[in-house]
């Protein structure tokens, strides 16, 4: 199959599918409930990223970076926006899902001015729950400041 | 109805139309076309900002709007884009669309540095006009600057 | 048909597909593989810039230009993402897609901050090759600080 053959193989609902399942965890990430946020990785999701020592595995961990994070953010009057877009998918044989995409994290202070935080690439892999929804088994982060 | 299922249902070509639509009427509103621009919304649409003292309601008053802040860009030599993103929709019963989204507003001042100039976010009731065509009827930007 | 009305006709798997299509582009280009960059446009493919005093024509020339960048982001140590969003396309009788296009160029600088470095418009007309994958047969880049 040449390169530039759709890697949706012609499943473009899948496309837009995962277009919203990224708007939603976002929108969670970024609104700060870290609960629901950790709900949509796996129970042993990994978020692996190079500007950290070691990979968060698993809910709890993951639901703990998150609420840490945002508890600094909350203090720091700093509205965070993360952006996924340029989304490349491959579907999997068995069903999974490769999407790589480009991360835009905004960041405004309250009553200043907002501007580019950080650009990052953001692999993942993702996998159905058992009602179909999407959840991120695997996240790889790789801040284009830190290669 | 678990919170990751997908919003739209499996109704996954509904979201590549409202970002259609969206595009579509982002490109008007730069190129500064604001009669078409105060056509995307619902006769009687709602334009409401925390920016803002007052909503915007109704074509006309959508279009002088729009209009004023065009001359005022074009007086002072800036281009000026708007992009929406990280859109996550939720089909009502009605057929009525609640759309959250990202913005983020980029000024290229003519001959100077491109910049993001504000992030926001936009929620919108969308429903559709008697041709299938979506229309804004409410819309609220929240400055995140000015939460 | 009313300007509101849908681009794609209907065709909202269309709308997911060049999406898919202009990220793996981009990936492409910003991950340094020219060769494959310049496989996605037709062999007779123009890319102009109003930045460009004349366009590129041809597969081979619009691989060297790219080649020729990435050498030089190469050692000024300098990641760049480009940024595709609000697409509005339009399906043309004849099966090709125009599509037109906000362009974000992300600069991040080894060990240093990421920043908005331009922004664009990009037109583009969009044509299928034999094996149904699309090629850009032309594109027309205009950065807004040069309007």
Redesign the interface.
């Given at each position: 199959?040449?390169?530039?053959?759709?890697?949706?193989g012609g499943n473009?609902?899948?496309?837009?599918?995962i277009?919203?399942?990224?708007?939603?965890q976002?929108?969670l990430l970024d609104g700060g409930d870290a609960d629901?946020w950790a709900?949509?990785f796996t129970p042993d999701g990994v978020f692996a990223a190079n500007a950290h020592p070691q990979p968060a595995v698993g809910r709890e961990t993951i639901r703990a970076a998150a609420s840490k994070v945002k508890a600094q953010h909350a203090e720091e009057g700093l509205?965070v926006?993360?952006?996924?877009?340029?989304?490349?998918?491959t579907e999997q044989p068995d069903g999974s899902v490769l999407a790589?995409?480009?991360a835009?994290i905004?960041n405004?202070?309250?009553?200043?001015?907002?501007?580019?935080?950080?650009?990052t690439t953001c692999d993942d892999l993702l996998v159905r729950?058992e009602?179909?929804?999407?959840?991120v088994a695997d996240r790889k982060v790789v801040r284009?400041?830190?290669?």
């Open positions: 199959m040449p390169y530039s053959a759709p890697a949706t473009t609902a899948l496309y837009a599918e277009q919203q399942f990224y708007a939603h976002m929108h629901a709900q949509t509205q926006r993360h952006w996924l877009g340029m989304m490349d998918i790589r995409t480009y835009l905004i405004t202070p309250r009553g200043g001015q907002a501007a580019v935080s950080l650009s729950d009602n179909g929804a999407w959840l284009d400041d830190l290669r």
